[in-house]
């Protein structure tokens, strides 16, 4: 599955490619991003079932 990290001005942030895109999965990209960005203001998915289970342990 793709995942992606875009800015507010549509460049983009990071690429990853993984096999699932589960809890631990989101937790691992959001860890990976957010070491390598500024802490953003204002998160926005693709409503993604496990984005909000990875979001409140991270």
């Known amino acids: 599955m793709l ?6 001005h549509g460049s ?4 990853l490619l993984q096999k699932h895109r589960d809890k631990t999965a989101a937790k ?4 990976r991003v957010l070491r390598s960005a500024p802490l953003p203001r204002k998160i926005v998915t693709d409503r993604l079932r496990s984005y909000p289970a990875a979001k409140a342990e991270t």
């Open 28 to 31: 691992r990209f959001f860890r």
């Open 12 to 15: 983009e942030l990071d690429v």
């Open 3 to 8: 995942w992606r990290a875009i800015d507010e």
